[in-house]
């Protein structure tokens, strides 16, 4: 049943979008590049590759309604091999990556407020990690309304970064290198990287396209609007950044936006908005648990190669074998970002390539079925095709190589584990039917991950 208006979509847009990535990526973008004027910049272009790919996403969910989302549209236009590796790949690199990387942001935020000594992120993502599992176990599950406040508490605590930034600060001045000291250097592809992370999540809108009220090119004007006001709240929260701590000082910075509100506002400024972020950061990893062990349900149920996956406990409502697979890949993945000694970025270099290969097929699945179904009513067409879907292709292409030439081991994994799907999508082809779409649908609706 249709029920959701633009305005809703327009909310579950920002609410996916906006999470804690915002609160931990500026400042590796900023150690990226050389002045605050090109950082600023690359926001701006990300936002600008965002509404790109909302514009292509927009034709396919208004032409193709699914929550199937991407699932959906892969296997329309290029069968259930390419379907399949992206429910694999949901089920063990982006999804628990995602997790991982929540785990990480908690971790830094938390230990701002209560450090551990030396591996004090590492153990409260572990801590994170292991209590939302025997949570989840339990069938305890936080109701709507508690995930939707701290959506909104990230939200507010973003907005009064910025008004706290930009109007009661005293600006730091930029340090002046010393002589003989390194210039900074200029990594444009990483930073991008970092960038279109925090801006992940828009794709996800898709998933409601289903469900939405009036005229099907709504999804159109939802994620349009959408994105432009991220795009306008992230050069503003990172304008604030930089007016206080400059961009060495957000180069530097472990957790940005307590050391921003210490600086403004001393202490207790640093003490709420880490406390902020925390929460909203475990809320995020509680959402993203309970979807995710949902996937590995679907996958159980649909193949017999992963029959264990399909089991569920009836008196908890839980699916407790993908529960407790999903937090075993999560907490080696925590166990890799510590041997790396950088785990939010190894999350992000585990899990980009992945992403990137997604967006690309799903950009070529545009093309694909416009010529394999000439026919069918388009509600919202992409302007300028086919102009603006090559320009998403190739900004899909760039960040792909990009995040495959500019990372390290984290990136290696990810796309090791991408393709063993392959040989596991031979096997389980076998004995079992084709994967259907709930799969990749309703089963895998994000309540909101950020990164």
Request: net charge positive.
């Amino acid at each position: 049943m249709a029920t959701l208006s633009v305005t809703d979509a327009v909310i579950v847009t920002i609410g996916l979008v906006i999470g804690a990535g915002i609160f931990k990526a500026p400042s590796l973008v900023a150690a990226n590049v050389d002045s605050g004027a090109l950082m600023l910049g690359l926001w701006l272009a990300g936002g600008a590759i965002a509404l790109i790919g909302a514009l292509c996403y927009a034709e396919l969910a208004s032409t193709y309604p699914s929550t199937g989302g991407d699932y959906h549209y892969l296997k329309r236009a290029f069968g259930s091999g390419p379907s399949f590796l992206f429910a694999w790949a949901r089920m063990t690199v982006m999804h628990t990556g995602s997790i991982a990387l929540l785990a990480y942001v908690f971790g830094d935020y938390a230990s701002q407020l209560w450090p551990l000594g030396t591996y004090s992120v590492a153990i409260y993502a572990v801590l994170a990690v292991v209590a939302f599992t025997a949570i989840n176990l339990m069938g305890i599950r936080q109701g709507t309304g508690v995930q939707h406040l701290f959506t909104s508490l990230e939200v507010l605590g973003v907005i009064a970064i910025a008004v706290v930034g930009l109007s009661f600060a005293t600006p730091t001045p930029l340090p002046v290198p010393e002589p003989g000291a390194a210039a900074p250097t200029t990594t444009l592809g990483l930073a991008m990287v970092f960038v279109l992370l925090t801006y992940g999540g828009w794709n996800e809108s898709a998933y409601v396209s289903g469900e939405m009220r009036g005229s099907r090119s709504g999804i159109a004007r939802a994620l349009v609007i959408g994105i432009v006001l991220i795009t306008a709240l992230y050069l503003v929260v990172n304008w604030a950044y930089l007016h206080v701590l400059g961009l060495s000082g957000m180069a530097a910075s472990e957790a940005v936006a307590a050391d921003l509100m210490r600086q403004a506002l001393g202490e207790r400024g640093a003490v709420l908005v880490s406390l902020i972020v925390a929460v909203s950061a475990l809320t995020s990893i509680n959402a993203t648990m309970i979807t995710g062990a949902r996937c590995n349900y679907a996958l159980g149920r649909d193949f017999p190669l992963f029959g264990r996956l399909g089991q569920w406990h009836g008196r908890a409502n839980t699916p407790v074998n993908g529960l407790l697979l999903q937090s075993a890949i999560v907490l080696a993945l925590v166990g890799l970002g510590l041997l790396a000694r950088s785990g939010f970025s190894t999350m992000v270099e585990y899990t980009a390539p992945v992403f990137w290969l997604f967006f690309l097929l799903s950009g070529l699945a545009l093309f694909r079925l416009r010529a394999l179904d000439p026919q069918r009513e388009r509600p919202f067409r992409v302007p300028l095709y086919p102009i603006t879907p090559l320009l998403f292709c190739g900004s899909s292409a760039f960040m792909l190589w990009s995040s495959l030439s500019y990372t390290g081991t984290g990136a290696l994994v990810g796309v090791a584990v991408l393709l063993l799907g392959v040989p596991v999508y031979w096997l389980a082809q076998r004995p079992a039917r084709a994967l259907p779409a709930a799969a990749g649908g309703a089963a895998l609706q994000s309540v909101r991950e950020r990164r």
